[in-house]
Each structure stands twice: as C-alpha cells, then as structure tokens.
C-alpha cells in the first residue's frame, strides 16, 4: 500500500518539480525514503518531506507514524563537512569587531 500511493500520488507531483523519490523500506512504523534529483538539494525538501509526503503517507496508511530520509555515506559525509563549516563561520563572524559590522563594506576578520 505504501509503494503504491508513493507511485500513484506522491511520486509524480515530486517529479514535476524535478526531483524523485525512491523507497528504502519500512520500520517501526517509519517509512525510509530517498530523495534524488532537485529535491536533494532544494532548501524545501525537510519540508516537503514531512509536511507534505509524512502528511500524505499518515493520512492514508495509519500504521506509517513517520518519514525518514535516507542519505548515502557521501552525502552524510558532505552534510558533517558542511555543519562544520557553517560553524567555523559563525564562529569567525563572532570574532568581528563591532565597529566593523554594518558600515557598508564587506565586513573583515582581523589576522
């Protein structure tokens, strides 16, 4: 019932909008899922994730209570990198001296 309510309802609206969902499996009431294409990079893909294919999933099937997306090793290994990266950043950002924030210019780091 899953695979086919993925295929008939939510596979194509994803893949109108160029992305593509692909199913991993399914347990403790969690359905696994992949997203490929435009959708695994798209700043919505949480969101369509939980509110719209979760949504759809729980709504029809009672024993699905979640979905979960599923990365491949290097993507797992590329989303480690970027957290630290953002952080570094953030924290570099805090490093600033106030009087340099905001003046109109790309703000700098002492060093």
Do not use: W
């Amino acid at each position: 019932m899953i695979k086919e309510l993925l295929e008939t309802r939510i596979r194509p609206a994803i893949q109108e909008d160029g992305g593509d969902i692909e199913y991993r499996g399914f347990e403790d009431g969690n359905v696994l899922l992949k997203l490929r294409g435009a959708c695994r990079t798209c700043d919505s893909s949480t969101v369509t994730l939980k509110n719209g294919i979760e949504g759809m999933l729980m709504h029809y099937i009672e024993e699905v209570k979640g979905v979960i997306q599923i990365l491949d090793p290097e993507e797992e290994i590329a989303a480690k990198e970027f957290a630290k990266f953002e952080e570094k950043l953030k924290a570099q950002k805090g490093e600033v001296p106030p009087s340099t924030v905001g003046k109109g210019s790309l703000d700098t780091i002492p060093g």
